[in-house]
């Protein structure tokens, strides 16, 4: 049920039973010198008129000895019973139960099994222990040489049902509701260099999740799977099968189990929520979370989220801004630290739901993770720890028995749980409902975050009989002020990218662009340290930046114009590898103007883009036109180049006026030639010929005689 690292599951706890002890490794510095005894098994509740089984493992056990049950009175409360777990109280013997012998002879080790019935008193069996009522009894486990003398020993503790009235009377005993969180988290599997990476740690602790989650049948108890969406991801898209695989058979252990929303890495929360900057990823990283989840596993509960749930143990906080984010982000209930609240004096254990205030007249309702509870998580003898929170949760159930209560099953961060840990405690969250004709009422019902929260009302304030508010102790969120800055550069440029690759027809950039998504948000993870966060945003930067390097213009050369309008040739080369949308900033310093506008997109559907310039020339003479080769909205430069433009037009006005001047001229010109032609012949006519002709002129027809 818990996040583990480490070490692969033996054989045994793959199939439900528990592990040797032998075959558990312990660090050198603390290997026993003398006789250890471990619990191998035992069964989680007992009936009025049950068994008791348990068996343990004894190494290098005196040769002769025995093992010597003792049974001691229900302890009285909680704080008895963690008293008892740390061996400074011990409640009184009520029970020497006959002793089991060792092997006359020398061994490395042995198992020892126990087992003793137990009568309420109505009709006892032969050799049966009478208990006068439900309780959890400490089974001292001694184990003893050949003189008697003690040797080494354990405490396990019997949990007794409460016995079904008679005559069909209603129960006043209300189960202890039993929420369990099953937490599937890991560092980030995603290099920066967009390859994936499984290594065999994170192999080791899903399978160790499967553990807790593979039950047949209807016998298995509900739960809620936290599950890191970057992680699923990861085994999904492994090049090992074998990954694949892991992920298939997660989702067939999950079933219809609920699963709670979780963005897609892990991230600091509270320090998100406090950077305004952030908001816009913040947002993202959880839609992204949701679809995978919805894509690997099925779609995610968003109603309840857990607080300080970290794959590796982290020193974070919880703020009232981040309560707020949550409500707005449709969650409605939370599990919350012991340590991030405000103490409270409470007669009990808190196991009742209560209003937590989020900043104003906010307030989401809480349930706080039970760190007793969570300290069992980390036992050394691992079928033991499930036994002491089998007895915890008893003790609890018992506080108030007649009261609708509820607590949850959580690890704390940075955990290593034993498989055989978990398979001790998913058999007894299976068997927590005894059998039909076994007399006896359940202590727990096993369930869900969201039916714990609908069943179990709202504690209730002792002084004023309002609902019970509660308060986060104040503490400052992280700053990430500085990360804000480079992710938010980061993401303007994957942005600009995705706009330039982005077009009609899918290609192998459209995938790139998906691929810097994911090494985007992995670079949110907290899992990361700065090193590694700037290894992944460098890589994203870095693979933006080579897309300048793919798109070739020409050089600058010398373009002559012979009209007013024409077209200027432009070629632009794509070694990018698929279509791309580019636009096209004109610049002619004031003497050139385009009448497509400075502006123009141009789509590159193939290696080489032949586009024609159309240009107006408005003043002759020579120019530069520069052009500036950027993605769509300009944010990203991917190359520029000048052409020289010579035009050897003239303008209207200019051609009005020199047609204006040849007709003058050519008018003024003719005049002149005309008059001059006129004076010319004027002087070549002399008077004599003047009158003669006249006289010719008017004799010209007559009949006479000339003189």
Partial sequence: MLVAWGRPPTPAAAAGRPASPSRRTRPAATQPTGPTITLLSQNAWVAPNGRVRATVHVTDPPAGGSVVPVLHASVPNRSALLASMKGTTQTGEIAFLPAVHLTTRTVAATDVTVTFPLSDGTDPAPGAITLG?????????????????????????????????????????????????????????????????????????????????ESPGPSAPPLDLVASPELLDALARSPDAADQQLLVQLDVALGARSVLAQPYVDVDLPGYVAQPSLSTTLLRLLQRGDATLATRLHPPSVRSWVLRLESQPASTTVTPATLTWLDQQGVRQVLVPDASLVPISQNLTGTQPFLLSAGGTRQVRALQVDADLQHHFAATDPVLGANQVVADLGVLALDAPATVRATVLLPPSGTSPDPAFLAALRTALETASPPAGSGALPLVRPTTLQRLFDTVPVATDAGTGEPLVRQLRDTPPKDLSAFAARQQATTSRVDDYERLVTTNRPSRLTRDVAELRTTLAVASSRDLGPVQVSRYLDAVNGHVAAAGTDIHLPDRQTVTLTSRSASIPFTIRNDMGGPITVELHLDGGGRLQFPGGDVQTVVVTGTVEHRALRVR???????TLHIRVTSPGGGLLLGETRFTVRSTTISGVGLALTIGALVFLFLWWGRHVWLTRRARRAARIRPADLITIVDAERTEGEDHVPT
Avoid: F, K, M, N
């Avoid at 959890?136 to 003189?147: A, G, I, N, Q, S």
């Avoid at 020339?617 to 120019?623: A, D, F, L, R, Y």
């Fill in 617 to 623: 020339v408005t003043t002759p003479g020579e120019s």
């Fill in 133 to 213: 009522g439900e309780g959890v009894y400490p089974l001292e486990l001694r184990v003893v040489d050949t003189t008697g003398s003690p040797v080494t020993s354990l405490v396990s503790y019997v949990v007794r049902l409460p016995s079904r009235p008679a005559d069909g009377q209603p129960s006043t005993q209300e189960p202890l509701r039993v929420g369990t969180v099953v937490p599937v988290l890991a560092p980030p599997s995603h290099r920066p260099d967009g390859t994936i990476v499984v290594t065999p740690a994170v192999r080791r602790s899903v399978r160790r999740e499967l553990t807790a989650l």
